[in-house]
C-alpha cells in the first residue's frame, strides 16, 4: 500500500524541480507549496513547476495542512528549516549534508524523535541496485572478507550548478557534496569510520574559496577488521565513468557508472573461477525508493532508506575530510 503524502518544498531548487517532484507525482502523492526566501521567486517557481502554492513566509507554508516537507535549500538553512518544520508538526525529508556541523544533525536528530515525526536524509545511492548488490554480496560471504573499497566519483559540475556549490559560505564545496554520498555507500557495507585523512585542491576555472578536488582515505572499523577505503571526488573531471571497487579475500567486485542518480550500473564478480556479470535489476526510479520507504515510514511502517540517524554519520565522514584538508591533519572519529 503506497501513502499519498501532501509536501511542502522548503527550496525552490533544482533537485527538486528534476528529480524529487517527479519523484513524488509519479508515486501519485501531491506537492501543494513551496517556500523561495524571495516572494517573487517562490511564485515564479510554483508557476513553472505546476504548484498551487508558493510563499516567502516559512511560518505560513508550515501553515498548511500538509504532511511533509522536503528540504533542499542552501546547505546553511537544512537546519533551521527542518527544526522548524518538526516543530510544525510535519515530516521531514532533508537533503544532505544534513546540517554543517555534527551538533545540528545530532540537535535535529532528537527534535525529530522527540516531536515522532520521520527525519530521512534524500541520499539516492545506498538503494541503487549496484550498491545494494554489493552489499547482499559481501553479506553473503562471495567475496570473503573485505580488504578495501575504491570509489571514483569525479565528475564535471553542470554549468547550472556552478553557483553556491564553489564556494564555502552557504556550505558548498566536493566534501559535503560528493565525499558525504560517498559515505552514504561506504558506511553501510562497511561500519564506522575510524579516521580520515584528505588531500584537497582548486582546479576549476570557476570562482570560489572550497576545494573542488578531493582524494580522502577512511579507515573503518569492519567488526574489528579494519578496512581502508579511498575515494576521488570532484567537480573538474569531464571524462571519467563513476565506479565503486571492493576488494576482498576471495574475490572483488568491480561497480561501472556506479555513482549515478539514475537506476543504472554494471557490476563484475572477479574471483578464482574467473570473470561474471552479475545480474542487476535497473530500472526503478532512485528517488521514488527514498520517498516510497519515507511515505511508509511515515505511517509506522518499516524505516526510511537513510535515516537522520544515518545522516549524521555521513556527515561525521564529510566533514571530517573537509577537516583535514584544512588542517593537514588525520582526523581520529573514534
Ligand atoms: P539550487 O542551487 O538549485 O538551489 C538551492 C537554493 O538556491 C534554492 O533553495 C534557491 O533558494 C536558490 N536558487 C536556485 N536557483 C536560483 C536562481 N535561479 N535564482 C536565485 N536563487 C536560486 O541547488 P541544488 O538543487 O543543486 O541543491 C539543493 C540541495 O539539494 C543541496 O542541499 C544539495 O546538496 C542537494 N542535492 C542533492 C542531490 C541528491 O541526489 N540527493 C543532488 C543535487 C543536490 P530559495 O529557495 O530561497 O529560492
Known amino acids: 500500500m503506497t501513502t499519498a503524502l501532501r509536501w511542502a ?7 527538486a524541480s528534476t528529480r524529487v517532484v517527479p519523484a513524488m507525482r509519479a508515486l501519485g502523492h501531491s506537492v501543494d507549496a513551496v517556500y523561495s526566501g524571495s516572494a517573487e521567486r517562490a511564485q515564479r517557481y ?29 546547505n546553511d538553512l537544512h537546519h533551521s528549516q527542518a527544526i522548524a518544520a518538526i516543530a510544525a508538526g510535519k515530516h521531514v525529508l532533508c537533503e544532505k549534508p544534513l546540517a554543517l556541523s555534527i551538533d545540528d544533525a545530532e540537535n535535529m536528530v532528537a527534535a525529530a524523535d522527540e ?12 538503494f541503487s541496485p549496484v550498491h545494494q548488490r ?7 560471504g562471495a567475496i570473503g572478507k573485505v580488504l578495501s573499497v575504491r570509489i571514483g566519483h569525479a565528475v564535471l559540475l553542470p554549468e547550472r550548478l556552478r553557483g553556491w556549490r564553489t564556494g564555502g559560505a552557504r556550505g558548498g564545496g566536493v566534501a559535503l557534496d560528493i565525499t558525504c ?8 557495507l562497511l561500519g564506522r569510520a575510524r579516521r580520515v585523512t584528505a588531500l584537497g585542491v582548486k582546479q576549476g576555472p570557476w570562482a570560489g574559496d572550497t576545494a573542488d578536488a578531493i582524494m580522502t582515505v577512511i579507515e573503518y572499523d569492519n567488526d574489528g577488521d579494519a578496512v581502508i577505503a579511498q575515494t576521488h571526488d570532484a567537480f573538474t573531471i569531464a571524462f571519467d565513468t563513476t565506479s565503486f571497487t571492493v ?48 511515505a511508509a515510514a511515515t505511517r509506522g511502517e ?14 561525521r565522514v564529510a566533514l571530517a575530510a573537509q577537516e583535514s584538508i584544512t588542517t593537514g591533519q588525520t582526523i581520529h572519529l573514534c
Open 9 to 15: 518544498l522548503i527550496g525552490a531548487s533544482d533537485i
Open 181 to 188: 554520498h560517498d559515505a552514504s555507500v561506504l558506511n553501510p
Open 46 to 74: 510554483a508557476a513553472d513547476n505546476g504548484i498551487a502554492f508558493g510563499s516567502s513566509d516559512l511560518a505560513e507554508l508550515l501553515a498548511l495542512d500538509i504532511d511533509a516537507v522536503y528540504v533542499s535549500s542552501h
Open 134 to 140: 554489493v552489499r547482499e554480496l559481501v553479506q553473503s
Open 302 to 315: 518499516g524505516a526510511p532508506t537513510v535515516s537522520g540517524r544515518d545522516g549524521v554519520e555521513t556527515l
Open 247 to 294: 576488494h576482498g579475500s576471495e574475490g572483488s567486485l568491480f561497480g561501472r557508472n556506479a555513482m549515478t542518480q539514475d537506476s543504472a550500473g554494471t557490476l563484475e564478480l572477479v574471483d578464482e573461477s574467473g570473470r561474471s556479470e552479475v545480474p542487476l535489476e535497473l530500472g526503478r526510479n532512485l528517488y521514488e525508493i527514498i520517498l516510497t520507504a519515507f
Open 115 to 126: 516531536a515522532g515525526v520521520v527525519l530521512a536524509v534524500n541520499h539516492h545511492l545506498p
